[in-house]
């Protein structure tokens, strides 16, 4: 292959990729790649070569291109060669190679060897479940990855399970002047085994529900009252929203995130514990489904 050819190929690759086709323009960086891997462009079309993998959700070959796009990157400024094939890596699994991504790119982990299991902040997802999206929060456990924190209203989806979101935020929320990034979801990584029930309680003042949130937490499960879900269209989704978390009184529906002995043992325990004002019923496994727009807690 000569070079102008190579640059033909190259030129097709790019129309390519304006039109959304990532299989053809990732054949064709290839292509040249496997003649000319170490052009003074080539760093940036085995970039795109990944990157075009990822669109496609290949992540093996992701992790494969991506390696050599990090080989040719500068290690330590943020160049995102490292955190796509940070990304592909730890969905493959493979922890060393993911492990060195993030160093590369400039990020302190914890120290060892193996899966990363961090403290990496508070943030938001953007689920999404065959095109039905809610956002979630999360507690981020590497640069990647995050445990729901929420009870999802999509049906089949869990507190506590892992999910791996993509490395540029896609909207912000703001709670107490403190603002968190909202992350599109990539895939669903470990799912949770906790499931989804829903419960009507009467609660007599506002207190009383924040205590059955709280006693449900302090348990390491969820509880999510149905009136903390708001449905935004797509705009102010991805926007910069300010949300702040408010509970009502009275007769409501609450979706629960544990086994249905343990829930029914809080819940006992809850309206115990006040004379009156506190009670439940209609204990049921469900699994409902959010409307249109993007659901968010």
């Known amino acids: 292959m000569r070079k102008s050819e190579a640059e033909g190929l190259i030129d097709e690759a790019y129309e390519a990729w304006r039109a959304e086709e990532w299989r053809t323009a990732a054949g064709l960086f290839e292509r040249v790649l496997a003649r000319f891997p170490d052009e003074e462009r080539s760093a940036v079309w085995w970039y795109d070569a990944a990157l075009a993998h990822k669109f496609l959700r290949n992540w093996a070959k992701a992790c494969a291109l991506g ?48 899966e990363i299991e961090g403290r990496f902040g508070a943030a938001c997802v953007r689920l999404d479940t065959g095109g039905e999206r809610e956002v979630v929060w999360i507690d981020r456990i590497c640069p990647t990855r995050g445990r729901v924190m929420n009870v999802p209203v999509t049906a089949g989806r ?42 009507t309680v009467n609660a007599g003042e506002a207190p009383d529900l924040e205590a059955l949130v709280d006693l449900f937490v302090r348990n390491g499960f969820g509880a999510e009252p149905a009136s903390a879900l708001e449905v935004l269209c797509s705009c102010c989704s991805e926007g910069t929203r300010e949300q702040s978390r408010t509970v009502h009184a009275g007769a409501q529906r609450v979706s629960l995130a544990a086994p249905e002995p343990e829930a ?26 959010a409307g249109e727009g993007d659901g968010q807690k």
């Open 158 to 199: 869990r507190f506590g399970e892992i999910v791996v979101h993509d490395g540029e935020p896609t909207g912000h929320r703001v709670v107490d002047g403190r603002e968190f990034p909202v992350f599109d979801e990539l895939l669903l990584l470990t799912a949770s085994a906790l499931p989804t029930l829903e419960v």
């Open 67 to 114: 390696r050599e796009a990090a080989a040719r990157a500068p290690r330590g400024e943020g160049d995102p060669a490292f955190w796509n094939l940070g990304i592909a890596a730890t969905i493959q699994g493979d922890w060393a190679t993911a492990r060195d991504a993030w160093t590369g790119f400039g990020i302190e982990l914890p120290p060892g060897e193996g």
């Open 264 to 289: 029914r043992l809080l819940l006992a325990r809850w309206a115990g514990e006040a004379a009156v004002g506190r009670s439940w019923s209609g204990l049921e496994i469900v699994g409902w489904r």
